[in-house]
C-alpha cells in the first residue's frame, strides 16, 4: 500500500511498526511522529470474516468525512490526528499522522498486581486525577469518548494520554465500538447473553468506563469480577450477561478473588459510589472530592495499604493472638510448610527441583536467599530477572547486568519489548536480543567473568520480539504490522526454526507468557498462554510446543467462560511473566483461588482432569508454583511455602 502525507509518499516496514490493533496498524515515521494507517477490508486479519470486512469498509467510507471534521480544541494529553494520510492522488483517507509517545504503559497494566509491586496506590489516584481532567475537558468540547477503555489510555509518570481518538464521538459522528468490559448496561440490550450496544455512547456512559477502570485499578478485580455461583439454579446464567443484570463481586453469590484487594481497603464515600454506579444505576460525573479525598497509607504494623482512617486489617484482627513458631499448618491432604517469609517482596523465585533461590527486595535493598545483599535501591516496575547459581541477572534499560559475589558487575546492550529487557536465563546460559540478532553467552576461561557472544539467529528489530527458554529449548515470537512469526531455538545449537504457525487472532495482543517442562524424562514441552482482546471480548489461548516447533495440543476460551484457562485468566494468573504454573511430563499444574489444578494432554485437546481441593487455603491465581524435593514450593509475593500431599 502506497501512503502519502502532505503529497510525500510515506514509507513504512514491519520494523517501524510500534504496535498492532483490531482496526489499524501503528509505525514509526519520525522523532516525533507516529502514523496510522486503517487496515482495508481485504487486510489478512479480517480473511474469511465476511462481517470484519464489512466493518473495514465502513470505517474507511466514515473517515473519510470524519477526520477532515476533526475538533481542533481538544485537550493536550489527547493524542490527536495532526495530518491525513491518504492515497497518491490526495482524495481517499486511509489513516493519519499523530505525536509518537515514549516509554508509556497501557492503563490495563495498572490492574495487574504483579507490575504494581512497584508503584504506590497514592500514584495510580494521581494518574485518575489527571484523566479525570482530561474527561471533563473532553466533555466540555462536546466530545465523547465512546469506546473507552483501558487499552486506550496509555500512562507516562502520572499522566494518562488518551489514544484512538479517530473513534471519538462528536457532531454528527456517532461511535458504534465498544468495549464489553466497559459499556455502559443501561445502552444494552438486556435480554442479550452478553452486552451489546444499542443505543449511542453519552457522557454518563464515559463516566461509567471511567468508574469501571478506577475500581479495577485499585482493587485488582472489575465490578463482575470473581466467580457467580447461586444457590438456585435457575438463576444461573453466563458470566459475560452479569453487567445486564447488575451481579457484581459485591454480590453474596460471589466467590471474590483472592488477588483482588479487599474492598475495606477502600475509603467509605468510594466503596459506596461503587455499589451506586454498579448496583444502582447511578450515572454521571465521578465527584472531583472522591479522587481529591482519597488518601492511600501503610499500616506500620502490618504493612498494607489502604485508604481509610484505621487499618482494615489489624481492626479486624486486634482480638486474634498469634501462634509463634506456627510454621507448619494440615489440611486433609495438605502438609504446608512456611520456608521465608519476608517484609519487603519475593521479585523472582527458580528452583529446579533440589534447590530453591530467590531474589527479595526490602527496605531499600535487593538480596538472595542467604541474605546477600546484591544490589541498593527502590523498586522498578520493569526489571526483569534471572538466576543461575550464585550469578544474578537483571534486565533494565536496554542492557543486562550479571553480578557475581566477589566479581564486578558485568554488562551487556540488550533490546527492550514494552519496555522490558528481554533476558531468558536457564541453568546453562543467558539468552538475549540485540540489534535483531538473538545471542547466547559462551563462558570463556572456565567460568571467570568473561563471556562470548553466540549469535543463535536473526528476529525482528526494534523491540518487537518476545523470548523464553526452558532446559532443553526456547520459544520466541514477534508481530509487527502484518507480519507475525513464532520460533523456537535449541537450548545449546544456532540456529532458529520459524516453521511454528500459531493459531490466528483479530484484536490487540495484550499478553504473552511461557514456560517449560523441567523433568529429566520429558523436557520437551513448552506451555504458551496468549490473551488478546477481540471485538472488546478478552481471549485466553494456550498451546503447547515441542522442540521442532509443531503443537501437540491447544485450549482457546473467552473471560468469564465456565472454562479451565478462562478461570486463569479471569483471575489474573496469566498476567505473570514468565506463567506462574508448573509443566511436568505432559501435563500442567495451575494456581486457582480454588487450590491447583491438572491439566492433561488428551487427543491434541487440554483437558481438566483434577482439582487439589486441599491445597486451596494455600494458594490463589497469583502464586508461582515450582518444583520441590517432595511436593511443590508456593511462592506468592510475601511468602514461600512447602506443600506436600499425602
Known sequence: MNIYVNRRKVRVSDRSALGKGGEADVFKIGKDRALKVFKPPDHPDFAGIPAAQQAAADRLDQHQQKLRQFPTNL?????????????ATGQRVLGYTMPLLRDTEALLRYGDRAFRQSIATQTVVQIFQDLHRTLTQLHQAQVVIGDFNDLNVLVKDTQAHIIDADSFQFGAFFC?????????????????????????????????????????????????????KPKDKTQAMPHAARPLHRITVFHPEVRYPKPALPPERLSDDLLHHFHQVFEQDWRGELPRSLLDQLCWRTCPHCGIEYARSQCPECVATVAIAPIPGAIKVIQGQVTATVIAVTEGIFLHAVSDGKTLSWVEWQRGKFQREDGQCILAGELQSNLRWGIQGKATWIGQSRQLVRLQPQESPQRLAAESHQGVTQLAVNRNHVYWIDQGQLLRDQLIGGGLNQTSQVVIGNVLPGGHTRIWVGPVFGFGFYQAADLRVAFVFDEKRVGVSDCLQLPRWQGTLVHTACTFSNSPAHQNRGWLFLTTQEQGILHYRCIVLTPDGRMMATAHSQQGQDHWLSTLG?????????????????????????????????????????????????????????????????????????????
Request: hydrophobic share 40%; charged share 15%; glycine share 4%.
Open 176 to 228: 458504534s465500538m465498544f468495549t464489553t468490559r466497559f459499556v455502559d448496561p443501561l445502552l444494552c440490550d438486556r435480554q442479550a447473553n452478553s452486552p451489546i450496544l444499542q443505543q449511542k455512547h453519552t457522557p454518563e456512559s464515559d463516566w461509567y468506563a471511567f468508574t469501571v477502570m478506577l475500581m479495577q485499578c485499585l482493587l485488582f478485580v472489575d465490578p463482575y469480577g470473581g466467580i457467580y
Open 570 to 646: 479471569d483471575a489474573g494468573g496469566l498476567a505473570l511473566d514468565p506463567a506462574p504454573h508448573l509443566a511436568v511430563n505432559d501435563f500442567l499444574l495451575a494456581p486457582t483461588d480454588a487450590g491447583i489444578i491438572r491439566i492433561d494432554i488428551q487427543n491434541g485437546h487440554l483437558v481438566h482432569t483434577k482439582t487439589f481441593v486441599d491445597t486451596e487455603p494455600f494458594v490463589d491465581a497469583q502464586c508461582r508454583i515450582l518444583p520441590a524435593p517432595a511436593g511443590l514450593y508456593i511462592a506468592s509475593t510475601h511468602r514461600i511455602q512447602q506443600l506436600q500431599l499425602s
Open 75 to 87: 485537550p493536550d494529553r489527547v493524542v490527536h490526528p495532526l495530518e491525513l494520510a491518504t492515497d
